[in-house]
T-cell receptor, first 115, second 114 residues
Framework: DARVTQTPRHKVTEMGQEVTMRCQPILGHNTVFWYRQTMMQGLELLAYFRNRAPLDDSGMPKDRFSAEMPDATLATLKIQPSEPRDSAVYFC?????????????FGDGTRLSIL | KNQVEQSPQSLIILEGKNCTLQCNYTVSPFSNLRWYKQDTGRGPVSLTIMTFSENTKSNGRYTATLDADTKQSSLHITASQLSDSASYICVVSAGYSSASKIIFGSGTRLSIRP
């Protein structure tokens, strides 16, 4: 079965450090989503790409977060500088459409801890 | 405001018992509703999708219902197994195909005890 691959699975770093999370979407999927999940908030949409172009990044703190798709096989989410409140699990998902009629396929997440 | 609310927040039942999870939404215009299952340490996986014209849909021991008039959906699990322990997330799509918005509920955490 094709899967969304996220790296690293776990990341522990100190406050102020740069963090880069990577995602390889399923081949042929043209939409990519980044989510953050915490116990308190559930899943929050951070950014959404279609055909590598950002369509919605309104959920992302722009001063420290950035999301890019340098090519169709790689999406990145970067935090600089990181803060303890950024500690969460970050999920990447890909799909054939972004409209909900097709399921999103999620990776297993990057568990981020900022000390 | 588009919202999806799930209840209960958490639930513990004995193996072999049935349970029902609820999802209420205030989303307009409604497009579809999807239930996801999220195992601990994993990403969510789609279980089933309900469109406006569908009342009931089954996927093995999982049965989803939709009442578009009252804007409620339920997920019924029959003869629960230990592997059903997970979070179940209700997701509603709003809008039209070219500009739809996806709204996530906060999930129900289900624990099955032997």
């Amino acid at each position: 079965d094709a899967r969304v691959t996220q790296t690293p699975r776990h990341k522990v770093t100190e406050m102020g450090q740069e963090v880069t999370m990577r995602c390889q979407p399923i081949l042929g999927h043209n939409t990519v989503f980044w989510y953050r999940q915490t116990m308190m908030q559930g899943l929050e949409l951070l950014a959404y790409f279609r055909n590598r172009a950002p369509l919605d990044d309104s959920g992302m703190p722009k001063d420290r977060f950035s999301a890019e798709m340098p090519d169709a096989t790689l999406a990145t989410l970067k935090i600089q500088p990181s803060e303890p409140r950024d500690s969460a699990v970050y999920f990447c998902a890909s799909g054939l459409t972004g409209t909900g009629d097709q399921p999103q396929h999620f990776g297993d997440g990057t568990r981020l801890s900022i000390l | 405001k588009n919202q999806v609310e799930q209840s209960p927040q958490s639930l513990i039942i004995l193996e072999g018992k049935n349970c029902t999870l609820q999802c209420n939404y205030t989303v307009s215009p409604f497009s579809n509703l999807r239930w996801y299952k999220q195992d601990t340490g994993r990403g969510p996986v789609s279980l089933t999708i309900m469109t406006f014209s569908e009342n009931t849909k089954s996927n093995g021991r999982y049965t989803a219902t939709l009442d578009a008039d009252t804007k409620q959906s339920s997920l019924h699990i029959t003869a629960s197994q230990l592997s059903d322990s997970a979070s179940y997330i209700c997701v509603v799509s709003a809008g039209y195909s070219s500009a739809s918005k996806i709204i996530f509920g906060s999930g129900t955490r289900l624990s099955i005890r032997p």
